[in-house]
Nanobody, 122 residues
Framework: QVQLVESGGGLVQAGGSLRLSCAAS????????MGWYRQAPGKERELVAKVSSGGSTNIADSVKGRFTISRDNAKNTVDLQMNSLKPEDTAVYYC????????????????WGQGTQVTVSS
């Protein structure tokens, strides 16, 4: 079965650090990208950072210089190191995996973790 296991969320004071981890398993087909999104109360879900199998990254401007994403393609894991956390980083963080089908038309599919809460206090 497809499974995304997330860990590392919690409560931290402003300026502190947290490390989120996500492990993907049970996928059929190639995983082409893994990353993290977040959703704060009353706001839309937004991209935080993601990395493709080829190593290219896409990082939100709001976290550049503070967050670092890393992926291990062999282990199908992705980590998000969050430094210099701010209260506005408070949100539920979701692991995201994109896979491509095994055969034509090679469609892309999104999978989501259950979410892990990150709370940054002032």
């Amino acid at each position: 079965q497809v499974q995304l296991v997330e860990s590392g969320g919690g409560l931290v004071q402003a300026g502190g650090s947290l490390r989120l981890s996500c492990a993907a398993s049970g996928f059929i087909g190639s995983i082409v990208a893994m990353g993290w999104y977040r959703q704060a109360p009353g706001k839309e879900r937004e991209l935080v950072a993601k990395v493709s199998s080829g190593g290219s990254t896409n990082i939100a401007d709001s976290v550049k210089g503070r967050f670092t994403i890393s992926r291990d393609n062999a282990k199908n894991t992705v980590d998000l190191q969050m430094n210099s956390l701010k209260p506005e980083d408070t949100a539920v963080y979701y692991c995201n995996v994109v896979r491509v089908g095994l055969s034509i038309p090679f469609e892309y599919f999104d999978y989501w973790g259950q979410g892990t809460q990150v709370t940054v206090s002032s």
